[in-house]
């Protein structure tokens, strides 16, 4: 079945320690998202990539970093972890990027930061 | 600034009994979509309703839109002790660039 897949769900660091998510997909979607949701709250878009074009959010700190090396693969890359970078992270796809598109979510990545 | 806002933040009924969940928000928006998240896994699209429309259905699910108030409300009837998760809504405006906005959401819980 075609779909979003996040490994792993469960990732463990320590603080300092650069850690990266990964994500891919077999949708052939143009569109990649990374999502920071802490507990309680709404996701909260990092960035994106159209294609092979990135796009940060303006409040996304530099401590994150995201490489798309081809449309099947996004990483999501923490330099410096720090105990409030814990949190789930989703990837999400969209087969483009127009106003009429949905976003297609995978399971989450639950990072604990030690 | 935050564009959609749930309201309730939580809440709790009976199987069988419906469950309205209500969004606001404060730009012009093209579309709005309703998306559902089981506890610890990502979010699943449940509808779109473009600012064209008023209504739309989807089995138990109905949601309404009204531009004017800039809301939007989650209606499932007939619920179940599986509808239990938290549900958001997501606005996609022009000024937004195209990205999602989510709302905070409301953490449905249906008890059996």
């Known amino acids: 079945d075609a779909m979003v897949i996040q490994n792993p769900r469960y990732q463990v660091t320590q603080f300092g320690k650069p850690v990266t998510l990964s994500c891919s997909q077999t949708?052939?979607?143009?569109?990649m998202y990374w999502y920071q949701q802490k507990s309680s709250q709404a996701p909260k878009l990092l960035f994106h990539?159209?294609?092979?074009?990135?796009?940060n959010e303006a409040d996304t700190p530099d401590n994150f970093q995201s490489r798309r090396p081809n449309t099947s693969f996004c990483f999501l890359d923490i330099r410096s972890p720090g105990l409030g970078d814990a949190a789930m992270y989703l990837c999400?796809?969209?087969?483009?990027?127009?106003?009429?598109?949905?976003?297609?979510f995978g399971p989450g990545t639950r990072l604990l930061v030690l | 600034s935050q564009q959609g806002e749930e309201d309730p933040q939580a809440l709790s009924i009976q199987e069988g009994e419906n469950a309205t969940m209500n969004c606001s928000y404060k730009?012009?928006?093209?579309?709005l979509q309703w998306y559902r998240q089981n506890s610890g896994r990502g979010l699943v699209h449940l509808i779109l309703?473009?600012?064209?429309?008023r209504e739309k259905h989807s089995g138990r699910l109905r949601v309404t839109l009204d531009t004017s108030k800039k809301s939007s409300s989650l209606l499932i009837t007939a619920s179940r002790a599986a509808d239990t998760a938290s549900y958001f809504c997501?606005?996609?405006?022009?000024?937004?660039?195209?990205?999602?906005?989510f709302g905070p959401g409301t953490r449905l819980s249906v008890l059996p």
């Open positions: 999400a796809t969209s087969r483009d990027a127009g106003q009429q598109e949905t976003q297609y």
């Open positions: 949708l052939n979607h143009n569109v």
């Open positions: 990539y159209y294609d092979k074009d990135f796009n």
């Open positions: 730009t012009s928006i093209n579309n």
């Open positions: 309703i473009r600012s064209n429309e």
């Open positions: 997501a606005t996609v405006s022009l000024s937004a660039g195209q990205n999602f906005v």
